[in-house]
């Protein structure tokens, strides 16, 4: 019964995280409101958080090793539980964004913590712990825009942070009351300098840009190119540090690899087109169509729906199809269906007329959700056989290049949005840009592992 509620008890701090990761969204049009900011420093709150995650959770996994992952998913929980509390009491724009910080930090340590503790749980049946587990992201997608939606719509924005009080301070209990003390392996390195100066280096460089857009004057032009030339330093230190390194925090080398390199460019635009775009789909719902901020949140469900099941079906039929056509298909799916929401509002008026508003981009979101499901598989399992003997390094670099061009992906289309004469139009060039840059990814698929096995 133990090992169980262990599971439960790690299963609950992922789903939170997940949750988090997604409720944001919908406060954006509340954000702006309250705090009478911009959409430039609104997003901020969920790109602040996307690069703690990136940065962070490399770390968080060697941490683990060295100091057990009882005392690291404690320390992540009592950091998430807390940075949530005074992200519900920030009184301004920027203080939310510090504790979003902080809180992208906590939850970083959740999966490689998480995955760990139920790996040394369930040893004899490890795969199907994990496989169980690993299915906790896509319902944190489906109950995060929902229960967000919900909530905001009926108390504040505020109170999507407040949840998470009594949840995290059960869990808490939990960990000091179930867990043991884990097997700690032997002190590993940890590059926090390199950690460092990549994490400083996204940051300056997205500021830089932020300040650009806001104002033309020249304060904000001085402080704008002095933050790009901050950007630059670091991330040439950055390199430099890496390569230096005995155990880096990004194994340069690896770049040097033509199909690694194009398996994670295509990471990165994964990133900035599918995690960045998609979390304005509920402003631009509420903006663009009128549509409640209850509902901005209903309409991401088809999405997750679409997801899980196309996901299921390419995994089962890869060797079979090998990587190249469903990332191409894929692709294309997320494409078309990125390129019609930019359109929806010049939709022919039977398709709105028929299924509603809110109908027509549940329809095009679940286009989405397919496309991601069919795509997301076959380009997981490219970079693993690219070098099957790191996988561990692998998934953690994957993950890291998605979250980071998720960020800038965020900042890139918070600048179109702000510069645009009104919200409809800087939309429709988002959703239409991105969609292309997805289809001139598309012969990318080429130079990365076919994947297929010989039949006899």
Known sequence: MRPYLIFVTVALGLLMYSIDTTVVAVAFPSFIRDFHTSVLWAAWTISIYLIAVAVAMPLMGKLSDSFGYKRIFLFSLMLFTGSSLACGLSPNIYSLILFRFLQGVGGAAFLPTASGIVSDQFQGNRERAIGLFTSIFPIGGIIGPNIGGWIVSNYSWRFIFYVNLPTGMVLIVLTLLLLKGSRISSQQRIDYRGAAFMGAGVIFLMFGLNLVSESFSAGYLFIAVASVFLSITMLLLFFYHEKKEVDPFLDIALLRSVPFLAANLLNVIIGAAVFGVFAF??????????????????????????????????????????????IVLGLAAIAVSTILIGESQHLPTIMSARLGVAGMLSFILLLTGIGVG???????????????????????????????????????????????????????????????????????????????????
């Open 281 to 326: 789909v509920p402003l631009y719902a509420t903006t663009v169509h009128g549509l409640s901020t209850l509902m901005s949140g209903i309409i991401l469900t088809p999405r997750s729906f679409g997801m899980i099941p196309a996901s299921a079906v390419t995994a089962i039929f890869l060797t079979r199809w090998g990587y190249r056509r469903p």
């Open 374 to 456: 069919i795509a997301l598989p076959a380009a997981n399992n490219a970079c693993i056989e690219l070098m099957p003997h790191r996988v561990a390094t692998i998934v953690g670099l994957r993950g890291m290049f998605r979250t980071i061009g998720g960020a800038l992906g965020i900042s890139q289309i918070t600048i179109v949005l702000h510069l645009s004469s009104n919200f409809a139009t800087g939309f429709r060039i988002v959703f239409t840009f991105f969609g292309l840059i997805l289809l001139f990814a598309i012969p990318l698929a080429f130079l990365m592992p076919t994947g297929r096995r010989a039949t006899t």
